[in-house]
């Protein structure tokens, strides 16, 4: 386990700019005992000038999965916190739902998952590459010019 005062070596210096973060990070950040509480705590110290957005579709899994395994307590600490400016919710726009869908086709060999989708479809009308999540499934998807989405989490 990573403790909180320490950077992985793979970590390059602080991350400025906007950051797409998945369900996952978010579920650890708001769960003490989860194996990636400490890191995730630990790059949002070390990376104070990111800013962070995600979408509905994780808010409503990261809800969803708080108080399931934690208590209703927690999902509402988490739409406090999003509430108070720590993370931004992009709502879907005209044409986002067939963005979704393309995305899930072309990567039909992965499990699928509306919040990652969501994550790749904003991710591309954002042009945005920096994402952070523990899932292995962002370092397969692509944007439309063949890029890798870069996870800041994980690399």
């Not at 403790?3 to 992985?8: F, S």
């Not at 950040?29 to 995600?54: I, K, T």
């Not at 969803?64 to 993370?87: P, T």
């Not at 998952?113 to 591309?124: G, K």
Request: some cysteine; charged content about 25%.
């Amino acid at each position: 386990m990573v403790q909180v005062n320490e950077a992985p070596a793979a970590w390059h210096g602080p991350h400025a700019g906007t950051v797409l973060v998945d369900s996952g990070p978010l579920i650890a950040l708001f769960n003490g005992a989860d194996r990636w509480h400490a890191q995730v705590r630990h790059w949002l110290q070390a990376n104070p000038r990111a800013v962070l957005l995600s979408t509905w579709p994780v808010a409503t899994e990261v809800c969803a999965m708080l108080a399931r395994r934690i208590h209703n307590e927690s999902a509402l600490d988490f739409l406090r916190w999003a509430q108070r400016g720590g993370i931004a919710l992009e709502s879907a726009v005209e044409g986002s739902l067939t963005e979704v869908l393309r995305l899930s086709e072309r990567f039909a060999d992965l499990p699928f998952d509306l919040a990652d989708a969501s994550i790749a479809e904003t991710a591309a009308r954002l042009k945005l590459r920096h994402v952070l999540s523990i899932d292995a499934d962002f370092d397969v998807y692509r944007d439309r010019a063949g890029r890798p989405l870069v996870n800041l989490l994980r690399r």
